[in-house]
């Protein structure tokens, strides 16, 4: 007996490739991880998007924290924010090397530099840092 | 004794009057007095003409210029005296009509032949029985009455004037009201017989009653003594049949709204100008309801005719009542009833979406449903109702005079004078109104608005469109969608219109919808894409989907449903997951390994080529036949191992490729082997299903096309569905012993979750426990009751 497939017909589910979350593959995405920010999955979208996906991709920051790029960005912007992240308060910067970032960096690299002090250089960033915990 | 005594004296009297000129005649005249006399019934005339002797005695009597004057005169007086004798003694007797002609022609029998009276006299005599025997004999009375109006319902006019002519003449004055009250049961009559049941006929008022003054009214003219022109009299008789017309209409309102409902329409609109009063709406809506909730309210009817009954009731109210303002009622009173139906909303949205049997996977769903379904679907899309303009223009003006403001203005007053009208001539709602809580106008609204309006709320309209709506675009191919879903996505995303909507959860169902559709079109955009990388083959039709926005029908990422695909469809879909990945940076795909179909061609070694759309867990059990070491066969569990499917699906499936004589049973060895050479291996084993013999070779129509398929498909479908409640009664079995079909079947009620869902009726549950016993899990007991068979191995 040969079998022979003319036609399949699948449906597939996407999710956003997390590094250390499961390589596998086999594994469905797991629901609990939602966006830092607006606490929608990261699968989902920001509240102001419509579409998830190429509209509203995901960025994973250095510090392991995950947020949809709509949501940290809008963080990034306000004064306040100085940069940070908004969960572990670290300087936000990309992962380097994941697949996810790829398309961000550009416009984080802008971002990210609006949004620090001027003038400060990645060496002075710790000293930033000491100081951001002396004035609080 | 006063009668005997005068009645003696008269006698004498006659007797001297006449022997004082002849003696001889005595004779005679006694002769002629017991003739004449009444009382004598004996011997007096009889209603026969009188003898030569008493023809002669008149002569010698009567006409005797000798006999003084007198004579006449006591003969008179002899004559009434017994008359009314008899009268008075005979008058309660009297019981008809006929009676009293009897009566009055034996008393004027003996007249003819004996000139006594003048016409005038008699008939005063008479006329004073009339009177008398009218206002005393109450039975009489009544009989006559009775008597005429029959006579008049009859059409018998020629007998009623006489007596209603001859009940004046007694009165001496006429009997208007009597008549009139007649000539209101005649036009009840008349309505009934000409207006009950023709419901597909306009002008039927006008029409019935221009019969009826053609055909009786210069009769009743003719008895009133009225003009026949009378239009006073006329106009009233009109306003009767309008009345007769509303109150035969709402005895069989629910034949006119539900039953012959497009029929009915004319009638509808002649209802229409007819109903006026706010009382005669509420007494027909409230005795529709009742006959709604006879008739339709019990668990005989399907939600489907409930549905559809609703419709043609709610458009039927609509066409009546040009407010609209009555409609709601019903929904109000048939809501609790219609939410008490599970599948109220999803038959609803069958009928809406217009389904064919193919997209409605429901086992519930029959060629019968089938046809009301698409009744109701006909009756959902009728362009009369589709837009209530017109019921939103009367609601308008009605709006603007509630709340005060003027709808036109005249520009030939001034603006005060205008709003101090419209406040002045403001009327209130009749009290007798009934009013709904209805707060939206009908503005903007229609029919699906108003059917909808039924259910609890649009959220489950929406959740349910939802569930139907992803089960069809899982299962869709080539990401194209009908015409046909299209319009009813347009439509529907018109009703749930998320401006409309501030609750959030529902705006995010709705928005699932956007999702899905795009998730569709980037689906084919990618494998388009695709399908022009060499390495990928372009057999594959991939759809990518956000899975959070498709929840209504995804499966659940859990391991125990995982079983393994053939290495070749492996192969084929690991490709497009890893191309995806590059394509999409960033993202990874999970296969819903479910919810994919294959077109599989199968070629065996005696030529046959088999086709068949297959679901991947069946394609996975079909290939495992592929592999090398299973060239000598392979028994159950081998297949559930190698495909890591459970017992009962596998079991359904190498049924379903028995059937298509694919494979075959060796009972030797206890194997399912290949069946590569039909015609040798039905010659060898006897276990080749016969009925294969015919079909197969070839077979290039799909499955689904042969009727002995198609039950199996569902037998199969039923075993799938009911092999979920399985672990359910395996538990239930082993705690509590044996348990009768019924308990099983509360037990499921209350146990399964809704997720893992269990619908079926007992009698479903009772073949799928017969099933059950013919695989040998379950014992049957004498006492129609089931336990487990503890002589299998549980595992199996």
Partial sequence: MKIEAKKIHCVFAWSWDIPGDCQDGTQGPSEEDVCGICRVSYNGTCPNCKFPGDDCPLVIGDCNHNFHVHCIQQWLDTPTAKGLCPMCRQLFSLKRGVSINEAQVEKFAHLLMKSRPTALTTDEEDIMMDQEFLVR | ?796
């Fill in chain 2, 1 to 796: 004794m006063a009668f005997l005594n005068e009645e003696r004296v008269l006698t004498r009297r006659l007797q001297d009057c006449v022997s004082s000129v002849n003696p001889s005649l005595i004779d005679d005249l006694d002769g002629i007095l017991t003739w004449l006399n009444p009382n004598e019934q004996e011997s007096n005339h009889q209603m026969r003409p009188p003898s030569l002797r008493l023809k002669n005695g008149f002569k010698l009597l009567l006409d005797n210029k000798e006999i003084p004057s007198t004579f006449i005169e006591l003969i008179r007086e002899y004559l009434f005296l017994q008359t009314r004798a008899h009268f008075f003694r005979n008058f309660e007797n009297v019981r008809s009509f006929k009676e009293v002609q009897k009566l009055e022609k034996y008393y004027e029998f003996p007249l003819k032949y004996v000139n006594l009276f003048s016409t005038d006299e008699w008939d005063n005599e008479l006329n004073g029985f009339r009177a008398y025997l009218f206002s005393n004999n109450a039975i009489l009375r009544c009989t006559i009455k009775q008597r005429l109006r029959q006579l008049i319902l009859d059409d018998d006019f020629d007998m009623a004037t006489k007596i209603y002519f001859w009940i004046c003449q007694a009165l001496e004055c006429s009997l208007v009201y009597l008549i009139l009250d007649i000539l209101m049961d005649k036009v009840c009559e008349y309505a009934e017989h000409n207006m009950r049941g023709s419901y597909r006929k306009r002008y039927v008022v006008m029409e019935t009653f221009n019969t009826f003054i053609s055909k009786y009214w210069s009769s009743f003219a003719n008895m009133l003594k009225c003009a026949e022109d009378e239009h006073e009299i006329t106009t009233q008789i009109f306003n009767c049949f309008e009345k007769e017309f509303l109150r035969i209409r709402t005895s069989e309102i629910f034949e006119i709204f539900v039953a012959n409902y497009p029929d009915s329409s004319p009638t509808l609109l002649e209802l229409r100008n007819v109903l006026k009063s706010p009382e005669d709406f509420t007494h027909l809506i409230s005795e529709f309801l009742r006959q709604f909730e006879e008739r339709r309210m019990n668990p005989s009817i399907t939600t489907a005719e409930i549905l559809l009954s609703y419709v043609n009731a709610v458009k039927s109210i609509l066409t009546v009542d040009t407010t609209g303002r009555y409609f709601q009622l019903l929904t109000n009173f048939i809501r609790p009833y219609v939410m008490e139906r599970r599948d109220a909303v999803t038959t609803f949205l069958y009928a809406m979406l217009e389904l064919d049997v193919s997209e409605i996977s429901d086992p519930n769903v029959t060629s019968i449903h089938m046809e009301v379904l698409k009744d109701l679907a006909r009756q959902l899309k009728d362009p009369e109702f589709t837009s209530l303009e017109r019921f939103a223009a009367v609601e308008k003006n009605k709006g603007s005079i509630d709340t005060g403001f003027p709808v036109l203005f005249d520009h030939g007053k001034a603006l005060h004078e205008q709003i101090l009208d419209s406040f002045l001539h403001w009327t209130p709602e009749p009290s007798g109104t009934i009013r709904t809580k209805s707060n939206s106008p009908l503005l903007n609204k229609n029919l699906l608005d108003i059917i909808l309006e039924i259910f609890d709320s649009k959220d489950v309209v929406i959740n349910e469109f939802l569930a139907i709506f992803t089960r069809k675009l899982l299962a869709l191919k080539y990401y194209r969608l009908d015409p046909k879903w299209l319009r009813s996505l347009k439509l529907l995303k018109k009703k749930f219109d998320v401006r409309n909507y501030s609750n959030g959860q529902d705006v995010s169902n709705i928005n699932n919808i956007d999702v899905m559709l795009k998730d569709i079109k980037q689906s084919e955009e990618l494998s388009t894409k695709m399908h022009a990388i060499p390495e990928l083959s372009d057999k594959v039709y991939p759809k990518f989907i956000s899975y959070l926005f498709w929840n209504a029908a995804t499966e659940p990422f859990s391991k125990s449903t995982e079983f393994r695909l053939p290495t070749w469809l492996n192969n084929e879909v690991g490709k497009y997951a890893r191309v995806y990945s590059q394509m999409k940076p960033g993202r990874k795909l999970h296969l819903f390994k479910y919810q994919g179909t294959v077109e599989l061609c199968l070629t065996f070694d005696d030529g046959r080529v088999l086709e068949s759309e297959v679901s991947f867990d069946r394609a996975a059990v079909i290939s495992v036949f592929l592999e090398q070491d299973s060239q000598q066969g392979l028994t159950l569990m081998q297949i559930i191992t190698k495909t890591g499917l459970i017992e009962t699906t596998v079991k359904i499936h190498l049924q379903y490729w028995l059937d298509m004589a694919a494979l075959y049973l060796n009972f030797d060895e206890g194997v399912y082997k290949i069946l590569e050479n039909y015609e040798k291996a039905a010659q060898q084993e006897h276990n080749v299903p016969v009925r294969q013999l015919k079909c197969k070779l070839r077979n290039i129509e799909t499955s689904s096309e042969t009727i002995d398929n198609i039950d199996d498909k569902q037998h199969q479908q039923f075993i799938d569905s009911m092999s979920r409640a399985l672990p359910f009664i395996q538990g239930m079995l082993t705690n509590l012993g044996s348990l009768k079909p019924e308990k099983i079947h509360s037990f499921l009620k209350i146990a399964v979750p809704k997720e893992v869902g269990y619908s079926a009726t007992l009698t479903q549950l009772e073949t799928y426990l017969n099933v059950l016993v013919d695989e040998e899990r379950l014992l049957a007991t004498a006492n129609g009751s089931y336990k487990l068979n503890k002589n299998t191995d549980p595992k199996r």
